[in-house]
């Protein structure tokens, strides 16, 4: 029987599934044929290998990845954050979102000056 609350089990599954998705991510890239298209995916492909690693390092001790080491990681990731800046939207506009949901209330803010409900209602049917 597998025990999904053993918390060996779960790291597991998760690098697991990290795994495959790095893997097919990496083969997407592979096989983009449009050169500015391919270097925006390898670096956005780069910094969910990073995330992934990075997030992990919280859970080990200092020995798994030396400090230095994480500095550098945590520089890596904030350049690629500042490389995919300018293709940002894009990104997101590939995904086809509509606006109302990119502009979740989380995301604007209580003290924005705006109605952040406003647009939610009126995706439902509500007078505003």
């Given amino acids: 029987m597998l025990l999904v609350h053993d918390p060996y089990i779960g790291a597991l599954l998760q690098a697991h599934v990290e795994s495959v998705a790095l893997g097919a991510f990496q083969a997407a890239v592979d096989g983009c ?47 690629l954050c500042s490389e995919l800046r300018g293709v940002a939207l894009g990104l997101v506009s590939a995904f086809g979102i509509p606006d109302h949901i990119l502009r979740a209330p989380i995301g604007l803010g209580a003290n924005s000056g705006v109605n952040i409900y406003k647009e939610y209602l009126a995706a439902v049917g509500f007078d505003v």
């Fill in 33 to 79: 044929v449009d050169p500015d298209c391919r270097r925006a995916l390898r670096a956005l492909c780069d910094l969910y290998a990073l995330r992934c690693i990075e997030r992990d390092m919280v859970f080990r001790n200092d020995e798994y990845v030396a400090p230095a080491k994480a500095k550098a990681i945590q520089r890596l990731i904030e350049a």
